[in-house]
């Protein structure tokens, strides 16, 4: 099929290796992997912070272009989650409310796009260390996806996965590690210590905001755990 590879901003800014190692995953299964650079943004950092009329102005331009997409495929539990999620909340009442259940319906976040919609678990990767998995907030608790990145990692050779003991956030949260700094960090911090409770060498996670807090905070800490996106230890040959 045709998919169209949304880029959340944090990958695109920040974290290209995920976004690449999306696009070489799906062109290796057979897919045709579009993305779109006029989507700049999902429109979720206001629409979060309860500036709805300025979400819309963002999502609406991105919804048109996403109106002909055979398959959404977004690598970020939060972004996935506003598309899918919030887009018919936000448009409602509106002339794109049926597109935007319309485009809701075909939207999936990566991993679960590749175990539900592609029935695939096996990508021959590779990966010989001790890694811990973080669930995003959105992605656990809005799209309720848990199984998919662990049915996903269990095929990987050479890893080994140490469940943390809390499924707690990692406190970043976007505009609330802003308004909140030390709420923020304080909420980070219990997610790293977690982490180092497992032994890990990596914290893996779906969502790069996510592992760029956390990574912030480990670097602060003097850390040796490294974080790293699920799709680029999927793509480890």
């Known amino acids: 099929m045709t998919v ?3 880029i959340p901003c944090f990958i695109d800014a920040l974290f290209p290796r995920a976004g690449i190692s999306m696009v070489e995953i799906l062109e290796r299964l057979g897919h045709t992997v579009v993305c779109p ?3 700049a943004c999902c429109g979720q950092p206001p629409f979060n912070s309860g500036y709805w009329d300025e979400a819309r102005a963002i999502a609406a331009p991105a919804l048109e272009k996403l109106r002909d997409a055979e398959a959404v495929v977004i690598g970020s539990g939060s972004c996935g989650a506003m598309i899918k999620n919030f ?3 936000l448009f409602k009442a509106t002339r794109q409310a049926e597109l935007a259940s319309q485009v809701a319906a075909r939207t ?3 991993s679960d796009f590749l175990v539900a919609r592609l029935g695939v678990t096996d990508l021959g990767a590779k990966f010989p260390h001790k890694a811990t998995f973080h ?11 848990k199984s ?3 049915a996903l990692l269990a095929r990987v050779r050479g890893l080994e996965l140490v469940e943390m003991k809390e499924e ?4 970043f949260g976007g505009t609330f590690s802003a308004k909140f700094p030390m709420i923020s960090t304080a909420m980070g911090e219990v997610k790293c210590a977690a982490a180092a409770e497992t032994g ?9 905001s996510c592992l760029m807090h956390i990574q912030g905070l480990l670097s602060r800490q003097g850390s040796p755990i490294k974080t790293i996106h699920l799709a680029e230890v999927l793509n480890q040959r």
């Open 87 to 89: 887009y018919p909340e």
């Open 135 to 145: 669930d995003g907030c959105h992605g656990l608790r809005e799209l309720g996806i």
């Open 168 to 171: 707690s956030c990692c406190g």
């Open 148 to 150: 998919a990145p662990r």
């Open 37 to 39: 650079e006029e989507i």
């Open 4 to 6: 169209t590879l949304f």
């Open 200 to 208: 890990a060498e990596y914290i893996v996670s779906g969502d790069s």
């Open 108 to 110: 999936w976040e990566f």
